[in-house]
């Protein structure tokens, strides 16, 4: 996979930044990279997998150089009650920084956020909102909800990949 993003497919310079005004570091984030600047915009890309979706996330992910211009966000469905064992996993399995998402973090160039288990997550203002996932909510996190939003939010520069699965969840959210 190339280094490069090529000027086609470069993010729109009108486009609102989702950059982190915040610059000092909150505790366990000390070895995160530094915010996007406001300029070049970088693309939002969210990932959804289905609960045997590992070994496809896995296998995008460790070929990834973490200078592209764009931040990750992987949501995979899992049982409520999951073990919260993907970011171990996934820093074994890539240069990118991998962490679990958190409510109001600003999305960072490089930095994969893994969605926990029974929650559902959506972008909103730069930031990622996690909601508790209703139980009329199957499968959990929804895919559909967070690609809903990471299009309405980020627009020509959200990127959606849904990687596996029996089911519709990301088909909607794919449109």
């Not at 600003?106 to 029974?118: D, E």
Request: charged letters at 20%; a positive charge; proline letters at 10%.
């Amino acid at each position: 996979m190339s280094d490069q993003v090529p000027s086609s497919r470069r993010p729109s310079k009108n486009k609102k930044v989702l950059s982190d005004p915040d610059t000092s570091p909150s505790a366990g984030e000390a070895s995160l990279p530094a915010p996007i600047p406001p300029t070049p915009p970088f693309f939002i890309v969210g990932i959804g997998a289905s609960a045997g979706g590992l070994e496809a996330a896995t296998h995008l992910l460790k070929n990834l150089d973490p200078s592209i211009p764009c931040a990750y966000v992987l949501l995979q469905h899992r049982s409520p009650t999951a073990r919260r064992m993907m970011v171990e996993i996934l820093s074994r399995e890539t240069r990118l920084k991998v962490i679990e998402a958190k409510t109001g973090k600003a999305l960072r160039q490089g930095v994969v956020c893994i969605v926990p288990p029974n929650y559902n997550a959506i972008l909103k203002d730069g930031r990622l909102r996690l909601v508790t996932a209703g139980p009329e909510i199957v499968p959990k996190p929804s895919i559909n909800q967070f690609l809903t939003s990471l299009a309405a939010e980020a627009g020509e520069n959200a990127v959606g990949i849904v990687l596996s699965g029996t089911g519709t969840d990301g088909t909607a959210g794919l449109r």
